[in-house]
């Protein structure tokens, strides 16, 4: 019995070039007028220039087509647009078909995604999703605060135990609380 083509598929769009309004609406009336939905955004400002991510999830047909009409966008926007379809997410050997996520807050400090990057490098696991953003706490001392979230494989032999007590170390290390400790996630989109 042959298999059957998948009834959705992924695909991620970059628009990457001078900043204007109306930027990301252009690119979500894209997505949207090609039959796609658009699962997580982020748009960011750098000087005169501006990026805007975009993944998505569409028929296949409808993510060809906008493979093959992404012009149209780029003359619209005067953005360098890249689009990507996405291959269905495979397991390696040796991990859990289940994803695990975890949320954190800490202080706003040189370094600290490079320590949480070492820290899941050293248990093994694969990064399926990151999401850092810098936050300023209101109140009446405004602190500057840097908030994590991560989506990981874990391989077979994972040990929760040990991971989350130096999580939890380093998570006090950086003046920073667990919003959410490792656990199962029902795929990527589970918070964004």
């Not at 796609?36 to 569409?58: L, P, Y």
């Not at 400090?109 to 953003?133: M, Q, R, W």
């Not at 405004?142 to 991560?150: M, S, V, Y």
Request: aromatic residues 10%.
């Amino acid at each position: 019995m042959a298999s059957e083509t998948p009834q959705y598929r992924h695909a991620a769009l970059w628009l990457i070039g001078p900043d204007m309004p109306g930027l990301l609406r252009l690119g979500a009336k894209f997505v949207s007028r090609r039959g796609g939905n658009i699962d997580k955004d982020i748009a960011d400002k750098f000087g005169e220039k501006a990026v805007v991510f975009m993944s998505i999830t569409a028929a296949p047909d409808d993510i060809k087509r906008m493979d093959r009409e992404k012009d149209e966008l780029k003359k619209a926007s005067g953005c360098g647009v890249v689009f990507q379809a996405m291959n269905e997410p495979t397991v390696p050997d040796g991990f859990q078909a289940e994803l695990f996520g975890f949320d954190v807050i800490t202080d706003d400090a040189i370094g600290v995604i490079a320590a949480l990057t070492t820290l899941l490098d050293s248990f093994g696991t694969v990064i399926v999703g990151h999401t850092g953003e810098r936050r300023i706490m209101p109140g009446p001392r405004r602190e500057t605060k840097a908030g994590q979230k991560f989506v990981v494989m874990l391989p077979l032999d994972f040990d929760h135990a040990d991971f989350n007590f130096k999580l939890s170390e380093l998570v006090r290390e950086y003046n920073g609380k667990m919003q959410s400790p490792l656990r199962p996630v029902p795929g990527l989109l589970w918070w964004w």
